[in-house]
Nanobody
Framework: QVQLVESGGGPVQAGGSLRLSCAAP????????MGWFRQAPGKEREFVTG????????LYTDSVKGRFTISRDNAKNTLWLQMNDLKPEDTAVYFC??????????????????WGQGTQVTVSS
């Protein structure tokens, strides 16, 4: 099992910003499309954003477009999620996910092979 390690979550006030990070093994990261999902209490885990293996192609769910930015640095084996203008409805556990040997990311949970343990983001109004 590949270990993905998220960090950067925490409490923030509405309108604030957070930057999440996800670290992965080098041999694995550069050959995988990546994604961020989130799960709020009592809700299904949902797709937030994804990025292709090279970083040239990105996907966003409508509710975060213009506020969140996904990026990656294959030389540093790190994925980021910059979250601006946070809203209380963004409160959730955020998960990093990897789609091994695939170029493009996917909006479906089933499209990902490996998951991190999650990091809590709490946005207060």
């Amino acid at each position: 099992q590949v270990q993905l390690v998220e960090s950067g979550g925490g409490p923030v006030q509405a309108g604030g910003s957070l930057r999440l990070s996800c670290a992965a093994p080098g041999y694995f990261f550069s050959t995988s499309a990546m994604g961020w999902f989130r799960q709020a209490p009592g809700k299904e885990r949902e797709f937030v954003t994804g990025i292709s293996r090279t970083g040239y192609s990105t996907l966003y769910t409508d509710s975060v477009k213009g506020r969140f930015t996904i990026s990656r640095d294959n030389a540093k084996n790190t994925l980021w999620l910059q979250m601006n203008d946070l809203k209380p409805e963004d409160t959730a556990v955020y998960f990093c996910a990897a789609r091994a040997t695939n170029y493009f990311s996917s909006t479906f949970r089933e499209g990902y092979d490996h998951w991190g343990q999650g990091t809590q983001v709490t946005v207060s109004s």
